[in-house]
C-alpha cells in the first residue's frame, strides 16, 4: 500500500473558482479527509482481514464530526446545509480505501434518512434521526424482495393495522415475522411511502455517483505509477501507447462523469426534478466503474488496492437502482415525448 | 492570559514536492496546502490551556497572501477566539524569512498584550527552526522550544519538558513568554462541522505591514533550488560474510 499512501494528495485539487464548491466545501472536505487518514485507512486492511466493520464505532467517528447531517435540519443536529455539502461529503468518503464504509455512511446520510427528515413527525425525528445523525444508531433501507426490487412497486412487504400497532410480515432485505410497530412510526402521510421513497432516490443516486469519483481516480494514478515502474521487455510499461493512451481514455471518462454529477446536483439545488440527468449519471457511473476497474487490474497485474475496488465497485451497476432500471427511465422519458 | 497562536499555510504533507524548471523555488499552483502540522499542535495545546481556564483568549495569526485565510478559517474552527491575517502578495510572500515574520509577531505580541506566543518548532517546508527563537530575542522574553509537556505553574509561570537530544529537559519560564510545538505535545482535535460553520462568524482582523512598521528586506538570496540526487538502486548479497565485505568496500565499516 506504499503507493497508496505517496498517492494519497497526488492528484492536484485546483485553488481556483469550483462550479460546486467553496472555501465552506472545501473546509468540510478537509476535516472528513483527516480522519479518514488518521482513524479509517490505517484499519481498513485490517477489517478486511477479519472481515469485519464496526459499524458502531465509526459511526461514532463519524458522527462526532458532524458528517451524517450536512443537509439535515439544525433543530435535530443537522447544519441545514444544501444538497451540494451532502455531495461534498460524499466524494470525500470515496478516500476510504474500500467499498463498505463509504456505502454504509452513504446510506446514513441520504439513502435511509431524506425522507424520515423531510416528511417525518417532529416524533420520529427526535426518536430516529437525532441519532442517526450522532452515529448512534446504524440505519438501513430495504427495498428488495424475493419477488421484487427494481420494480419497486411490486414489494409484497405489507403492514396490517392492529388497534394502534402496524404488524409487519414478509421478506425484504430482512424477514419480518409478525413484526410490530406503532403506527405513529409511519413516516409522513399512509399511502404516500411510494412517492416519498422515488423522491428519495434522486439523493441516493447522486451521491452513489459522488464516492465513486475519488476511488477511480486512485485506481488510474495507482495504476499509472505502477506503469511507470514496472519493466517489460526492456523497458517501463507505461511506455507502450497503448497503456498510456488508455489511461488517458480513462481519466476521459471520469471528469465526463463528474461534470454530469455536478450539472445534475446544480439543477437539483436550482428546484429541477434531475430524475433523469441523476439516472444517467448513475448509469454511466456503475458502467465507468467496471472498465476502469477491470483495464487497471489488467494494467497493474491484480494490484491489491485495484483488485479490492474491482470487487467493490461492481455493486454499483447492481444496487441503487441497476443499470437496466437506469436505461428504462431514460428510454421510457425520451420514447415518451 | 492571553494566547498568540503562529500558523503557517504550507505544502501539505503528503505530496510530492516538484521543482520549478528555472530551479527558483518549488511548485505551488494548484498544489493542496494545509496548515503546518507543528502550528496545528501549538493551537491544539492553546485551546487546551482554554478549555482548562488558564487562558482566557486564543488568537491566530498568519502572515501571507489572500489564501491564508483558508488556514486561519480553520484555526478558528479548531478553538481560536479570533484570527489575525497580516496579508501580503504573493511575490511578496515568496521573499517572506523567519526574520520578518518573527517582527511582526513580536510587534503585535506587544502592541497587544499578549502574555504567551506559541508557534510551531518549525515549519515544515523550510524546516527553518528560527521563527520562535528570534520571537523571544526581539521580545527578550523567556522561551521553551520543542516543548512536549506544557503546565502551569500558578498563573504566573509555565513549566515546560522539552525534546532535546539527550532525552527530555524540563525549565520554568516566566510569563510572558515564547513557546515552540514539538510533535509528541499533543494530538489535535479535528475541525467538527458545527465548529467550521460557527467559525464562519469569528472574525478575522486584516492588517498590513505598514500598519506594524514591518520592513521585509530580505535577509537572504536564494541562489538555487534543486531536488537531491535520485537514489541508486541497491543489490542483494547471498549472505553475511559477502555483506560485511560489500560494507568495508564501501568505507561504512
Known amino acids: 500500500m506504499a503507493i497508496t499512501a505517496k498517492l494519497a494528495r497526488l492528484a492536484p485539487k485546483p485553488e481556483t473558482n469550483h462550479m460546486l464548491y467553496g472555501p465552506t466545501h472545501r473546509a468540510i472536505q478537509n476535516a472528513l479527509s483527516q480522519l479518514i487518514e488518521k482513524e479509517i485507512n490505517p484499519n481498513v486492511d485490517q ?15 463519524f458522527g462526532n464530526l458532524g458528517i451524517f447531517g450536512v443537509n439535515k435540519p439544525t433543530e435535530y443536529g443537522g447544519l441545514g446545509l444544501d444538497f451540494s455539502y451532502s455531495v461534498a461529503v460524499a466524494e470525500t468518503m470515496g478516500q476510504v480505501n474500500c467499498g463498505a464504509i463509504p456505502m454504509a455512511a452513504e446510506v446514513q446520510s441520504d439513502m435511509a434518512t431524506p425522507a424520515l427528515a423531510e416528511y417525518g413527525s417532529d416524533y420520529l425525528k427526535r426518536e430516529f434521526l437525532m441519532p442517526s445523525l450522532t452515529g448512534e444508531v446504524v440505519s438501513c433501507l430495504g427495498v428488495s424482495e424475493p419477488h421484487a426490487g427494481s420494480d419497486v412497486a411490486a414489494i409484497r412487504t405489507y403492514a396490517r393495522k392492529h388497534n394502534d400497532d402496524l404488524i409487519i410480515t414478509d421478506t425484504a432485505e430482512i424477514f419480518f415475522d409478525n413484526v410490530r410497530v406503532p403506527m405513529r412510526n409511519i413516516i409522513g402521510d ?148 | 492570559m492571553r494566547v498568540l497562536v503562529g500558523v503557517k499555510r504550507v505544502i501539505d504533507f503528503a505530496v510530492k514536492v516538484r521543482v520549478k524548471p528555472d530551479k527558483t523555488s518549488v511548485v505551488t499552483d494548484n498544489v493542496p496546502h494545509s496548515m503546518n502540522p507543528f502550528d496545528e499542535i501549538a493551537l491544539e495545546e ?26 486561519l478559517r480553520t484555526a478558528l474552527a479548531k478553538g481560536a477566539d479570533k484570527a489575525i491575517h497580516l496579508e501580503v502578495d504573493d511575490a511578496t510572500y515568496q521573499k517572506v524569512e523567519p526574520f520578518h515574520v518573527a517582527q511582526a509577531i513580536a510587534k503585535l505580541a506587544k502592541d497587544e498584550k499578549f502574555d504567551l506566543v506559541f ?135
Open chain 1, 47 to 61: 477489517w478486511e482481514r477479519n472481515k469485519l466493520f464496526p459499524a458502531k464505532t465509526v459511526f461514532k467517528k
Open chain 1, 190 to 337: 399512509e399511502g404516500r411511502g411510494f412517492f416519498y421513497q422515488m423522491s428519495q432516490f434522486q439523493h441516493e443516486r447522486l451521491v452513489a455517483v459522488a464516492v465513486l469519483l475519488e476511488p477511480l481516480s486512485k485506481i488510474i494514478d495507482t495504476t499509472m505509477e505502477y506503469a511507470r515502474e514496472r519493466q517489460i521487455f526492456g523497458q517501463p510499461e507505461l511506455n507502450n501507447q497503448i497503456v498510456s493512451y488508455q489511461l488517458a481514455e480513462m481519466r476521459v471518462e471520469l471528469e465526463s462523469v463528474r461534470s454530469l454529477l455536478y450539472r445534475a446536483v446544480l439543477e437539483k439545488l436550482s428546484g429541477e426534478d434531475v430524475t433523469i440527468l441523476a439516472s444517467m449519471a448513475k448509469f454511466k457511473a456503475a458502467r465507468i466503474a467496471r472498465s476502469i476497474t477491470d483495464n487497471c487490474l489488467q494494467a497493474s497485474l491484480n494490484g491489491h488496492i485495484v483488485s479490492r475496488f474491482y470487487r467493490d465497485l461492481r455493486l454499483f451497476s447492481i444496487a441503487g437502482g441497476c443499470d437496466e432500471v437506469m436505461l428504462s427511465i431514460i428510454s421510457r422519458h425520451f420514447e415518451s415525448k
Open chain 2, 46 to 71: 492553546a485551546v487546551k490551556l482554554k478549555e482548562a481556564n488558564h487562558a482566557k483568549e486564543i488568537v491566530a495569526f498568519s502572515l501571507g497572501p489572500a489564501k491564508n485565510q483558508e488556514i
Open chain 2, 119 to 253: 508557534l510551531g518548532k518549525q515549519a515544515i517546508d523550510d524546516d527553518a527552526n528560527q521563527t520562535g527563537q528570534l520571537v523571544a530575542g526581539f521580545l527578550n522574553w523567556p522561551q521553551a522550544t520543542f516543548a512536549s509537556k506544557v503546565e502551569t505553574e500558578g498563573t504566573s509561570h509555565l513549566k515546560v519538558t522539552r525534546e532535546i537530544d539527550g532525552g527530555l529537559e524540563t525549565i520554568k519560564v516566566k510569563l510572558p513568554a515564547v513557546l515552540t510545538a514539538d510533535l509528541r505535545l499533543n494530538e489535535p482535535r479535528y475541525a467538527t462541522l458545527p465548529n467550521i460553520m460557527k467559525a464562519k462568524k469569528k472574525p478575522i482582523d486584516k492588517k498590513t505591514p505598514k500598519d506594524l512598521g514591518l520592513d521585509l528586506t530580505s535577509q537572504t538570496e536564494v541562489l538555487e533550488v534543486s531536488e537531491p540526487p535520485t537514489r541508486k538502486g541497491g543489490e542483494f548479497v547471498e549472505d553475511v560474510p559477502t555483506l560485511v565485505k560489500k560494507l568495508k568496500e564501501k568505507g561504512a565499516l
